[in-house]
């Protein structure tokens, strides 16, 4: 998601956050500093920063308490990103080589414990018992979310459900406590601060259900990482899900998945081209677009103001991202 | 505080059914718990809640630590199983931490998140310096090693300003870490301590490694001399400890 002009008065907060990231991120240990600030520095959409602004606009903003809330959040998403590389054996992240690449294992995981540390050093200076509370639940549930995804990989029978709970705790939350967190420390009231919640956990599930989508049917060049690398990976998403409704496609993947051991990136094109056969991307970008217009319908009645305006244009950017 | 009961409640605490499925139940240090205990039990500031609480999210981070050290330095596992073990080991770590931060947010002691937080990133300073072997001789080796094993304990005694315990629970810990070496060792596993000495033959190092063991303990039994009375329950079990270990040496000197 390129920074659209509509936010871009959010540029100056923005590059105060940045700095304050990378302040927190120089460990005295050379190769723990540089793997930390690689990882900032490979970029990352910024997505959960900006809700946080952006809420804190919708009430009495104080810098400050924003900047604290918003650097705690993508670092614990950066955090994330470097253990789950770990977990994927991922080579590659963003385009460019992860750190559990570069500098193996053990350096990824005191990396991302490094991070989290940091993360949670930072957010322990707000005296607000409910920031607290909120944000270690999520936490809690972010990672029951991973261990959840690991206990549903390959399993073809999961319903409906089960992903949208996956993908609620692994983008929905963190994107829905950002909205929530930026709307408590600038004094919204509890009313307004749970409709921003309910914001971001729409954005977040219609933001997550594209990105599903496009491991389908966007290009290994943009994705960064094979297509069809999820589906490999056994993690059953949306597409599938409604492609299995599919006789034929359903036979297939089946049929492909039977030694998961030994499926190829080769065996996913085939899969692939099947899948955009059904109706399977279509019904996923309706489903995507159903949480839109709740995420749009749930923020209606603020009074008109330019963060408001700019959360509406996000969520209308999001609905329309193919790539 | 009863660590029987202590350690069934940190038991309950990080309890999770689908990972106990596929890694084993993590390992608590029972030396480190008990070290807690008799630090915090008497604490006369503190509601029983709360010293429950700090021994059990103190834990839970040194869980959550020991459990990072447990995901391979290579990942090379092809089979599914081991795969997910493995990647299993990784979340639990981070769930263990999540779960640390919920215990401590619901008591709303934001100043011990930040000095357990505070541990944790100095502790991954110094694991990085011993992974990349930042050190030249075997003391600078031993320091890291008691740095890494100790600083999280010590971080909380110096929170709840009860420093008694500081020394001894250094060499204890350090004692606690050359006896497994030495076990290891015995068991035919190259240890770490033994890597840093590799140039020594197995009697040689049992000898070295005795040698140190000795000192350690001859330390400690003149710390505990000196403890105040309320960390009575520790000093027996220290005392305990150190007289199962001369008649381990001893055992194995007569088995040669």
């Not at chain 1, 959040?73 to 955090?79: C, N, Q, S, V």
């Not at chain 2, 092809?78 to 997910?84: D, L, P, S, Y």
């Amino acid at each position: 998601m390129k920074l659209p002009k509509t936010y871009g008065y959010l540029k100056k907060d923005l590059n105060i956050i940045e700095k304050s990231l990378h302040q927190m991120i120089q460990a005295e240990h050379p190769t723990l500093r540089s793997a930390s600030t690689e990882l900032l520095n490979a970029g990352g959409k910024r997505i959960r920063p900006i809700f946080v602004l952006l809420s804190g606009h919708l009430g009495k903003f104080e810098l400050d308490k924003i900047k604290t809330v918003a650097v705690t959040l993508e670092l614990i998403h950066m955090a994330t990103l470097v253990h789950d590389d770990v977990v994927d054996d991922a080579e590659l992240r963003r385009g460019k080589p992860t750190i559990k690449k570069l500098y193996g294992n053990r350096v990824a995981m005191y990396t991302g414990d490094y991070i989290l540390a940091r993360a949670l050093e930072e957010i322990s200076t707000l005296r607000n018992a409910e920031v607290h509370k909120l944000f270690s639940k999520t936490i809690v549930e972010v990672c029951e979310g991973e261990i959840e995804q690991i206990e549903d990989k390959y399993n073809f029978d999961q319903s409906l459900r089960d992903y949208l709970r996956r993908i609620k705790r692994k983008t929905a939350l963190l994107i829905a406590m950002s909205c929530k967190l930026g709307a408590i420390v600038s004094g919204l009231s509890k009313r307004d601060a749970n409709r921003l919640y309910l914001y971001g956990y729409y954005v977040g599930m219609s933001y997550q259900i594209i990105d599903d989508i496009l491991d389908f049917t966007s290009t290994s060049k943009i994705l960064g990482k094979p297509a069809g690398n999820d589906l490999l990976q056994g993690n059953i998403t949306l597409p599938v899900l409604y492609g299995m409704q599919n006789e034929s496609f359903n036979k297939r993947l089946l049929e492909t998945f039977t030694d998961k051991d030994n499926v190829q990136p080769v065996d996913m094109e085939a899969l692939i081209n099947e899948l955009k056969q059904t109706d399977a991307i279509l019904n996923s970008y309706q489903l995507s677009d159903h949480y839109l217009q709740k995420a749009l319908t749930t923020i209606e009645n603020f009074p008109s103001s330019r963060a408001k305006q700019t959360l509406v244009d996000i969520a209308t950017f999001i609905g329309k991202r193919r790539s | 505080m009863d660590t029987t009961y202590l350690k069934k409640l940190l038991q309950d605490s990080i309890h999770h059914k689908f990972l106990e499925k596929y890694i084993k139940q993590p390992n608590i240090d029972e030396e480190k718990l008990i070290i807690l205990s008799s630090l915090i039990s008497n604490n006369t500031g503190l509601t029983i809640i709360e010293k429950e609480h700090y021994i059990i999210t103190t834990m839970m981070v040194q869980i959550a630590l020991d459990t990072h050290e447990t995901v391979p330095v290579e990942t090379s596992e092809i089979e599914h199983q081991a795969v997910i073990t493995n990647q299993l080991k990784v979340l639990a770590g981070d769930y263990y931490s999540g779960l640390y931060y919920l215990l401590l947010s619901e008591i709303e002691d934001f100043d011990l998140i930040h000095c357990l937080a505070a541990a944790i990133k100095e502790i991954n300073e110094y694991k990085m310096k011993l992974y990349y072997r930042e050190f030249n001789t075997f003391d600078e080796y031993l320091f890291l090693t008691e740095k890494i094993d100790s600083l999280l304990i010590l971080s909380v005694a110096n929170y709840v300003n009860e420093h008694s315990l500081d020394n001894v629970s250094r060499e204890w810990l350090l004692m606690n870490k050359l006896m497994q070496e030495r076990e290891s060792r015995l068991n035919g596993i190259i240890a770490p301590i033994y890597e840093q000495m590799a140039d020594l033959d197995r009697s040689t190092f049992l000898t070295r490694i005795d040698t140190m063991i000795e000192n350690k303990k001859r330390t400690i039994e003149n710390l505990l001399v000196n403890l105040p009375e309320e960390h009575t329950a520790f000093k027996l079990h220290v005392h305990s400890k150190l007289s199962e270990v001369m008649y381990n040496n001893i055992s194995i000197a007569e088995e040669g």
